[in-house]
C-alpha cells in the first residue's frame, strides 16, 4: 500500500433525497480505484467542510437535485477555503441549469458540473486527469 | 387449444424459428429498460394456460386486469393532474388558477423541501432551498393562500407529502373549514407513503414505527370524517426513479400495500373500514409494453391478495386505483424537445393500462422546474391522448396480445417471487431494516447506467446521435427574494399569533403522542392556532426520534 | 513536517488528517514524523470493534460515541471498509451513521480502505492511533469488517476489544469464526430484537463458560442500536474491561507486547531497506532475475552470493563453494 490514493468525497448537501447519481457515481469511481468516502444524506455544508478535512481528500463532489446549488455549493468552497482546503478539487452534479453552472465555474465555486446523462467514464477521466497526468 | 391445433403450431413455430434463425440479427439480445430479455415472436403457445374468465374477465370486475371501472375511459376520462408548486402560496396559486383555466381537473401540489423535510423555512437547513423545487408551506397561512379563489369542495387535491403528512393535511382541513366547507364535502389525496420514503425517496423524519402509527391514524380519521379523503397513495414512482426495475417497482409497491393493510388491521381496523381509500401510484418509463403489463399485473396481484389473504368483502377494497406520472428519470439534458416525445410514449402507456390520473413532465423538468410553456405542452399531450389519438375509444384494447398477456403473467411471477424473499427477511419494515430493497434499487441502478455507459441501453441525443449542441430553451428562475419574503412573513406570523395557545396545543400533541390515542384531532388543533409545520415536527420528534439512513451502496 | 507535528500538538484537525494520509500513503517522511510524534503518545485508550457487514457496528459506535462525550472524554474513530480487490477501489461509508458528530471539535473520524497488502493495513492503522493519541484524543475506536486476518491483526492493537454479533437466525454461533471468539472482551449481540437473540446469546455464553480459563470472564449484552438499547451497559462493560485492565497489570502487559513487536517490525524494516537499498545500488539485480529464469544460477546461492557481496552475510561451510 505504497501508492498514493485520490480520495473523493461524495456529499449530498440539502434537503433532498434523491441519491441514484450520487450512489451510481460512488459506485464507479469505486471501480475506477478511487477511495470514495460517502457522507450520506441531508448534510449542512459545514459538516461536508468537516467531513472533507477529516478524511483529507482530494476531491468533494456534490450532488445536488433541489434548487439549491446556488447557495450550497460557494457555501462549502467558502467552508473549504477557510480550512486551508481551496485548492481541493470540488465538482457538482445534478439539476443544474447551463447558465448556474457557467457561473459556479465562472466564481470558482466549482471546479466542473456535471448534468443527468453524463457517462460514468467522462467523470472518472476527468478527476482521473486532474491526478495521473 | 385443441391437441392438434396445439401440435400444428408448434411445428410451425419450430419451422419458424429455424427460417428466422438464418437472418443476423442487429443485436444478441433484445431487453426492455429493465434488461428484460424479450423474444422475436410471441404466440398462442406462449398464453396456453391464460384463462379468460379467471385471469382477464371483464373491467369492473374481479380481478380488474382489464380495468377497475366498467366502462373506463368511454364513461369519463382520466383525471389530468399536473404536479406544480414553487415560490411562495402566492406564486403557486396563481399557476393553479392558470391551470385549472386551461381545463386541469385536478391540482396536485408540490412542495419544496423544507416543507417535504418538516423544517420551517426560517430553519438553517432551509436556506437556499425555500420555494425551489415546490412550493413553501410553514402554516395554516399559507395554505389560505395557495387555495385562495379555489373552490375546495369541487377541485380535488392531490398532495405529495410523507413524513408530514399529518400536518399538511390537517391544515388543508382547517382550510376547506375556513371556507365553510364540512369536511364529508372535501375530496383528494395525500401521498402518505412512508415505505417508500425508506426504501427509494429518502424523506423521511421519523422512524418507522411511530410513522406507521401516524398513518393508521390518518385511516382511521379519514374513515370517521373526510370519507371522500385517499389517505394514501401508495407509490412505485420513487421506486423506479431511484433506478429500480419495472418488476421491482411492481412488487416492492404492492408489498408496501400490503404492509398498510396489515398495519391497518393490526391497529383494530376492519380491512374494508380503510381500504377502499388506497390507492397507488405508478411511474410510466419509456418502455412501453413492459409499462401497460405492469399495470395491468398489478391490478390483478392486489385484488387477488386482497381478496383471498386479507378477506377484503368490499369490492372497492378490491380495486386498484393509481394514479401515474411519466419518468423524469427517462428525460434528458441534452436536446430537451425530445422529451415531449418521450413523455408522450409514456403516458399513452398509461393510459392503454388504464390509469385513473396522470402527470406528463414537462420537456424542462430535467434542468429546472418547468416553464409555463412547457407544462401547457405537457398538458396538451394528455388532451391529444385523450381526445385525438382514439387510445380512450376502447377498453384494454392490447388484451389477448400474446405478447401483453405472457409478459403480464410473467411480471405477476416476479413480483409474487420479491413477496416471497420479502417474507423471508420478516416482512417489510426488517426487510428495509436489513437493506435489502435498497441494495436490489442501487444494483439495479448501476446496472442500468453500465448499459447506457457500454452503449447497449441507447439514449437518444446521449450516447447517440449526440451533436453537443447546447438547450436552446428559456428555463424558469426562482427569484431569490422568495425566500426572505417567505422567512419574513413566518417572523410576523410568530409575532401575531397567540403564542400561548401555540405552546398548550403542541404540549397536548406531545403528550398524546406518547399514549395510544389518535393524534390528529391534536395536530389539527395545533395547525388551527398557526402552529408552524416545523414546531410540530420538533415536538413530535422529541418523543418519536429521527430516522437514520442505511450505508448501502 | 516538524511544523505539521507541531500543529498536531496543537489540536489542529487538518495537520491531523494530513499526518493520518502520509503514515497511510506510507510517505517516505513518515518515520521522521512518527519519532517526533511518539513521546506524545501513550495516553488514548484503544478500543477496538469490529464484526460481519450489517452487523449494526457503526450505529453502536454512533451511540458509544454519545455515550463517551457525555462523559467529558474526547473521541477518535478509524473506520475500516473493505478495498475492492479488482478495481482498488472502495465505498467508505461509515461516516453515514456518525455525521450528526462531524462537528463536535472534540471527535474526530476517519474512514480507511483495507487497501493492498495484509501487513500494510494493521501498520497503517497503529500509526494512525499514534497521531490520533498525540493529537489528545482520551478513546480511540477502531471499527472494523470481522472478516479477514488483518482485521484481527488490527484488533490486536486494541487495549479492548468489542465483537459484535447479530442474532444467528437459522444458523449456531458454531458457525462464528474461531478467531473472533478468541479475541473478544465483549460482546455485543446487536439487532437483539430480531428472533434468536436469546438462543444467540446462550450459546456464546455456554461456550465462553466452556473456556473459563481467563481471569476476564467476557460479558455478553444484548443492544438494539436502532433504539438505542443496552448501549449504556455496552459502556459500563467497556469501562469495567478497562478498569480490570489497569489494575490486574494486563494492559501495561499487552503494551509491553506491543512495543516489542513494533521494536521487532522497525528492526527488520530498517534492515531490509538497508539491504534493498545496497542491493540495488551495487548489483545488477535484473541480470541475476534472468539468469535464474534461464536456469543459468539457482536462488538460494544467488541469494547467499549476493549479501556475502554487500558483506551483510558471511556464506558458512557448506554452502556454495
Not at chain 1, 459538516?47 to 482530494?58: I, K, N, R, S, T
Not at chain 1, 456534490?62 to 477555503?81: C, E
Not at chain 3, 511518539?38 to 454519545?66: E, F, N, R
Request: negative net charge; charged residues 25%; proline residues 4%.
Amino acid at each position: 500500500m505504497t501508492a498514493k490514493k485520490v480520495r473523493v468525497l461524495v456529499a449530498k448537501p440539502g434537503l433532498d433525497g434523491h441519491d441514484r447519481g450520487a450512489k451510481v457515481v460512488a459506485r464507479g469511481l469505486r471501480d475506477a480505484g478511487f477511495e470514495v468516502i460517502y457522507t450520506g444524506l441531508h448534510q449542512t455544508p459545514e459538516q461536508v467542510a468537516e467531513a472533507a478535512l477529516q478524511e483529507d481528500v482530494d476531491v468533494v463532489g456534490l450532488s445536488i437535485l433541489s434548487g439549491a446549488h446556488m447557495t450550497l455549493v460557494p457555501k462549502i468552497k467558502d467552508l473549504l477555503k477557510s480550512n486551508g482546503m481551496g485548492d481541493v478539487l470540488l465538482v457538482v452534479g445534478g439539476i443544474i441549469p447551463e447558465d448556474d453552472a457557467e457561473e459556479l465555474v465562472k466564481s470558482g465555486s466549482a471546479d466542473q458540473v456535471f448534468n443527468p446523462g453524463e457517462p460514468l467514464d467522462n467523470i472518472t477521466e476527468y478527476i482521473s486527469g486532474k491526478f495521473y497526468k | 387449444m385443441d391437441k392438434d391445433k396445439l401440435e400444428r403450431i408448434t411445428g410451425q413455430y419450430e419451422q419458424w424459428q429455424e427460417e428466422a434463425g438464418k437472418a443476423k440479427e442487429r443485436k444478441t439480445t433484445f431487453k426492455t429498460v429493465s434488461s428484460r430479455p424479450i423474444k422475436a415472436l410471441y404466440t398462442p403457445l406462449d398464453t396456453e394456460e391464460l384463462d379468460y374468465e379467471k385471469d382477464l374477465g371483464f373491467p369492473g370486475i374481479y380481478p380488474y386486469t382489464r380495468g377497475v371501472q366498467t366502462n373506463m375511459y368511454r364513461g369519463r376520462i382520466w383525471t389530468m393532474r399536473q404536479f406544480s408548486g414553487f415560490g411562495d402560496a402566492y406564486d403557486s396559486n396563481m399557476r393553479y388558477r392558470y391551470l385549472l383555466d386551461q381545463g386541469q381537473t385536478g391540482l396536485s401540489v408540490a412542495f419544496d423541501m423544507p416543507t417535504i423535510m418538516g423544517y420551517d423555512s426560517d430553519n438553517e437547513r432551509s436556506l437556499g432551498e425555500v420555494g425551489r423545487c415546490g412550493v413553501a408551506i410553514d402554516s395554516l397561512e399559507d395554505m389560505e393562500i395557495l387555495f385562495d379563489q379555489i373552490p375546495v369542495d369541487q377541485v380535488t387535491t392531490s398532495m405529495t407529502i410523507n413524513g408530514p403528512a399529518s400536518i399538511l393535511w390537517c391544515m388543508y382541513l382547517a382550510n376547506a373549514e375556513k371556507q365553510g366547507i364540512s369536511l364529508d364535502q372535501v375530496g383528494g389525496t395525500i401521498q402518505n407513503d412512508i415505505l417508500k420514503e425508506y426504501i427509494a425517496q429518502k424523506s423521511w423524519i421519523f422512524p418507522p414505527e411511530p410513522s406507521m402509527r401516524l398513518i393508521t391514524d390518518i385511516f382511521a380519521f379519514s374513515a370517521d370524517h373526510v370519507p371522500r379523503w385517499n389517505t394514501i397513495s401508495i407509490s412505485g414512482y420513487h421506486i423506479r426513479e431511484a433506478g429500480s426495475t419495472a418488476a421491482q417497482e411492481l412488487a416492492f409497491t404492492l408489498a408496501d400495500g400490503f404492509a398498510y393493510v396489515e398495519a391497518g388491521i393490526n391497529a383494530g381496523l376492519d380491512v374494508d373500514r380503510f381500504a377502499p381509500r388506497l390507492s397507488f401510484f405508478f411511474n410510466a418509463h419509456i418502455d412501453f409494453f413492459e409499462e401497460i403489463c405492469k399495470y395491468r399485473a398489478a391490478r390483478r396481484i392486489w385484488a387477488r391478495r386482497m381478496k383471498e389473504k386479507y378477506g377484503a368483502k368490499d369490492e372497492r377494497s378490491l380495486k386498484m386505483r393509481f394514479h401515474t406520472q411519466t419518468a423524469g428519470c427517462s428525460l434528458t439534458a441534452q436536446e430537451p424537445e425530445n422529451n415531449i416525445v418521450r413523455t408522450t410514449i409514456e403516458a399513452l402507456s398509461a393510459v392503454m393500462g388504464g390509469t385513473q390520473s396522470l402527470h406528463t413532465n414537462s420537456m424542462d423538468e430535467v434542468l429546472a422546474l418547468p416553464t409555463e410553456k412547457a407544462v401547457k405542452i405537457a398538458l396538451r399531450t394528455q388532451q391529444i391522448i385523450a381526445y385525438e389519438s382514439g387510445a380512450a375509444n376502447t377498453i384494454d384494447p392490447l388484451a389477448g396480445s400474446y405478447f401483453v398477456e405472457q409478459l403480464t403473467d410473467q411480471l405477476e411471477a416476479e413480483a409474487e417471487e420479491y413477496f416471497r424473499r420479502i417474507d423471508d427477511h420478516g416482512g417489510v419494515l426488517k426487510a428495509i431494516d436489513q437493506g435489502f430493497f435498497q441494495q436490489e434499487i442501487a444494483d439495479a441502478a448501476y446496472e442500468y447506467q453500465l448499459a447506457v455507459d457500454r452503449d447497449e441501453q441507447v439514449v437518444v441525443g446521449v450516447n447517440r446521435y449526440n451533436t453537443g449542441e447546447k438547450a436552446q430553451i428559456e428555463l424558469l428562475k426562482i427569484d431569490p427574494e422568495v425566500e426572505m419574503k417567505q422567512v419574513g412573513r413566518l417572523k410576523q406570523l410568530r409575532e401575531k399569533r397567540d403564542n400561548d395557545a401555540v405552546n398548550r396545543s403542541l404540549k397536548a400533541l406531545k403528550d398524546t403522542a406518547k399514549g395510544p390515542d389518535n393524534l390528529i384531532p391534536k395536530i389539527l388543533d395545533a395547525v388551527k392556532v398557526y402552529a408552524t409545520e416545523g414546531e410540530i415536527v420538533v415536538a413530535l420528534k422529541e418523543v418519536f426520534g429521527e430516522y437514520k439512513e442505511k450505508p448501502l451502496f | 513536517m516538524q511544523q505539521l507535528v507541531a500543529e498536531l500538538l496543537d489540536g489542529n484537525r487538518r495537520a491531523a488528517a494530513r499526518l493520518i494520509s502520509l503514515v497511510e500513503n506510507d510517505d517516505p517522511q513518515k518515520r521522521e514524523l512518527l519519532k517526533d510524534i511518539y513521546p506524545h503518545t501513550g495516553k488514548a485508550y484503544v478500543i477496538g470493534i469490529t464484526g460481519a457487514p450489517g452487523s449494526g457496528k457503526s450505529s453502536l459506535v454512533d451511540w458509544l460515541l454519545k455515550l463517551i462525550r457525555k462523559d467529558g472524554l474526547t473521541v477518535g474513530v478509524i473506520a475500516v471498509d473493505p478495498t475492492s480487490p479488482f478495481s482498488g477501489g472502495a465505498i467508505l461509508g461509515d461516516r453515514i451513521r456518525m455525521q450528526d458528530h462531524a462537528l463536535d471539535q472534540d471527535i474526530f473520524i476517519r474512514s480507511m480502505g483495507t487497501r493492498g497488502s495484509l501487513g500494510g493495513l494493521s501498520r497503517a492503522t497503529r500509526e494512525a492511533i499514534q497521531v490520533l493519541d498525540a493529537f489528545g484524543k482520551d478513546i480511540i475506536l477502531i471499527e472494523t469488517v470481522g472478516v479477514g486476518q488483518s482485521e484481527v491483526d488490527i484488533v490486536k492493537t486494541a487495549d479492548s476489544t468489542l465483537v459484535v454479533l447479530t442474532p444467528a437466525g437459522g444458523d449456531s454461533v458454531q458457525t462464528i469464526k474461531a478467531g473472533i471468539m478468541e479475541i473478544a472482551d465483549i460482546f455485543a449481540i446487536n439487532k437483539a430484537d430480531l428472533p434468536g437473540a436469546e438462543r444467540t446469546t446462550t450459546e456464546i455464553n455456554l461456550m465462553l463458560d466452556m473456556k473459563n480459563s481467563e481471569p476476564w470472564r467476557p460479558p455478553v449484552i444484548q443492544t438494539v442500536s436502532v433504539s438505542n438499547e443496552g448501549i449504556e451497559e455496552l459502556w459500563q462493560a467497556l469501562q469495567k474491561h478497562r478498569e480490570h485492565m489497569e489494575n490486574s497489570g494486563r494492559l501495561l502487559e499487552i503494551r509491553r507486547e506491543r512495543v516489542k513487536r513494533e521494536l521487532t517490525e522497525q528492526v527488520e524494516y530498517l534492515v531490509k531497506t538497508k539491504i534493498w537499498d545496497e542491493v540495488k545500488e551495487n548489483l545488477e539485480f535484473d541480470d541475476l532475475v534472468e539468469n535464474i529464469v534461464h536456469r543459468r544460477q539457482d536462488p538460494y546461492s544467488t541469494s547467499a552470493d549476493l549479501l556475502a557481496q554487500i558483506n551483510f552475510y558471511d556464506r558458512g561451510p557448506g554452502e556454495g563453494d
